[in-house]
T-cell receptor, first 108, second 118 residues
Framework: SQQGEEDPQALSIQEGENATMNCSYK?????LQWYRQNSGRGLVHLIL?????REKHSGRLRVTLDTSKKSSSLLITASRAADTASYFC????????FGKGTRLHILP | DTEVTQTPKHLVMGMTNKKSLKCEQH?????MYWYKQKAKKPPELMFV???????INESVPSRFSPECPNSSLLNLHLHALQPEDSALYLC?????????????????FGPGTRLTVL
């Protein structure tokens, strides 16, 4: 399968804690993207990191990319209830492929 | 306008019905996509249109028939579907299609159509 593997599959943390999700892939990539999906709705693009970048920040989001290990991580700092969603990595082969996703639940 | 709209939001159809899903964007994007998503699974690419031409068909059964009448509209015509086709159907658009441009583009997704086939 060309799908990315994400772990954990599900993650529950207390509000205010940091959440880390990981994505591994098998193909060579030029860049990797992270998307968020609230329950049963469309996906929202969060951040794109290029293969020549190791780390990128956007607000409370921090993404890292290790092309030697073919893995990426998404860190959400100071989590909020509104961060409850599914998070998918996506990368481009000849088309965009989505990872299996991490379901994040922020507990009040 | 940075929105992708999809209609209807919900659709229930029988296996003998013919229906259509519609998607619209006014961002000037030249690539449009159809995805199928089952519960707790990632989106699976079905079709890609680039400059109003079908660029990718991911071996989708012929009971799904895409159409791109113009650069802003994308339809998915449904006929003789099976219950296992019940899913969330997502439309997306991007500035252009990476396969053509050599760049990966952020995709903008619509809210989806929840399809139930009885």
């Amino acid at each position: 399968s060309q799908q990315g593997e994400e772990d954990p599959q599900a993650l529950s943390i207390q509000e205010g804690e940091n959440a880390t999700m990981n994505c591994s892939y098998k193909t060579s990539i030029n860049n990797l993207q992270w998307y968020r999906q609230n329950s049963g709705r469309g996906l929202v693009h969060l951040i794109l990191i290029r293969s020549n970048e190791r780390e990128k920040h956007s607000g409370r989001l921090r993404v890292t990319l290790d092309t030697s290990k073919k893995s990426s991580s998404l860190l959400i700092t100071a989590s909020r209830a509104a961060d409850t969603a599914s998070y998918f990595c996506a990368f481009r082969d000849d088309k965009i492929i989505f990872g299996k996703g991490t379901r994040l639940h922020i507990l009040p | 306008d940075t929105e992708v709209t999809q209609t209807p939001k919900h659709l229930v159809m029988g296996m003998t019905n013919k229906k259509s899903l519609k998607c619209e964007q006014h961002m000037g994007h030249r690539a449009m996509y159809w995805y199928k998503q089952k519960a707790k699974k990632p989106p699976e690419l079905m079709f890609v249109y680039s400059y109003e031409k079908l660029s990718i068909n991911e071996s989708v059964p012929s009971r799904f028939s895409p159409e791109c009448p113009n650069s802003s509209l994308l339809n998915l015509h449904l006929h003789a579907l099976q219950p296992e086709d019940s899913a969330l159907y997502l439309c997306a658009s991007s500035q252009d299609f990476a396969f053509v441009s050599g760049r990966a583009n952020e995709q903008f997704f619509g809210p989806g159509t929840r399809l139930t086939v009885l």
